[in-house]
Structure formats: C-alpha cells, structure tokens
C-alpha cells in the first residue's frame, strides 16, 4: 500500500521525500524489534492486574468483542490524548509526528521505547476481565486499523462513517500544525472520544504536517530521543524543583516564564 501510495504521488508529480519514507520504514522496523523486546512489561503488568479482576470474561460472544473494542478504543484515546498534553509522554510520541509529510509510510513512524510506558494506560482493560490473549488481538487490529487513514487520497467518507469512526480526513486535522487542529482527533478507530469530550475539529484547511518546532534529520536515533534532549535543557534552567517537575510534567510547549500553556502539534 505504501509503494502504491508512492506511485501516485510520483506520477501526479507531488512533493516527496524519499529519504523521509525510509526513514519511516526503519523507524517502523526499529519500533518491531525494540517493541518486541519491551513487550514484557505490558504483558508481565497486565497478566498481574488481570489476577485482580472480579470476573473473568469470557470472549465466546460478539458482545464481549465489541466490549472489549470499546474498552481498549477508551484507553487508547486516553493515551493518546495525555501523550500530547505531558511532556514526558510526548517525548515518546513525537517521533510519529516529527515528520514534515503525511502519507502511509507515517503511519509505521514509531517511537522504539513507546512500550516503556504505554501499558499503564490499559490496567482497566485488565481490571475489567479481558484476557491477555484477547486484549493483544483487538489492540493489534486497532493499530492495524489506524494504518490506513495516513493518507491524503481518501478525502471525504460516507457522512455516518465520518460520525463514528475515525478517517483520513479526521486523522490529518490530528497531523496538522494550524492553529485550529492542534491537539485535536486522538481517536483510535472510533472519532466519537473526541466527540464526547470537546477534542474533535473537522477538516475545514489544508493542513500543514509536522511538530511546531521542524527538526530536519533523517538520523534514527535523533529522530527518537531529541525532544528528551530539549526537555533536559529545559531542566536545567529552572532554579526550583517546582519549575523542574512542570518542564517534565507540563504541556509540551509550556512556556515557563510567562506561565501559560500554549498546545503543541
């Protein structure tokens, strides 16, 4: 589908970065392998809650499958959500949108130590009953979902699709740096989250892709650890522990010393 994507885009003879879309893949090859080995702990912590749940769900049924969809679309929008709004947590998540183009090849431009984090976001998944096997399986076909609507061919779906699930069009308002789309569509299959809780926009201008401070590399491993390094400088120049925390805790793009928080792409 990539390669596809990249045919259409020569032959219209549109804007593209060759460098950008292997850099896309590796990052995508890299975020495999480092995710597999920190898979572990996502395992090792869910296994560990799912003791705890009162009752064990069974997943005979289609009803505990959409449940189970539901339930981990909810933790997911959630993640998503807070990995733009806590430095911290973006550092991880910026590596997806570090880059200055939107197309299919994006979508696999993955943090490598994502998996150091993310699983605290699905305890509740956990907690309620779902069994490992199930909750890997649905959470696998979420991402899988969430491939194809990296792409700008696909401009408007049916009026019902576009109410309830999320869409290319929705899903490049979430990529784009204009003002009136930051920090907005963190859905993962369904756009009714952001919906619900005031964070949906629709497509109204083109969009214009990237994070709102460009760093230009095509370096694996800058890619994946440079918004660490500005986070530590930021650290460094605050005088009280208060100032530190809010640099590694705050939004993205806080500016400390007026004390506002301005959203981040």
Known sequence: MIALEVFLVLREGEDYDRKDTWTNIALGLGSLLFGAVFASILVASYEFFYQFAPYKI???????????????????????????????????????????????????????????VNWIFYIPVALIGFPLWAFTTMHGLNLIYQFWIHTKYIKKLPAWFELVFNTPSHHRVHHGVNDLYLDKNYGGILIIWDRIFGTFVEESEEPKYGILKPIYSYNWLWINTHAWFEMFEAVKERKTLKGKLRCIFGNPAMNFDEMIQPQIG
């Open 58 to 116: 069974s997943m005979n049924t289609a009803g505990a499958w959409i449940a189970l969809m539901l339930a981990d679309d909810f933790c997911y929008y959630w993640f998503h959500r807070f990995s733009h709004e806590i430095r911290f947590l973006w550092n991880f998540h910026v590596v997806h949108h570090s880059s200055n183009y939107f197309n299919l090849s994006v979508a696999v431009r993955q943090s490598w130590f994502g998996n150091l």
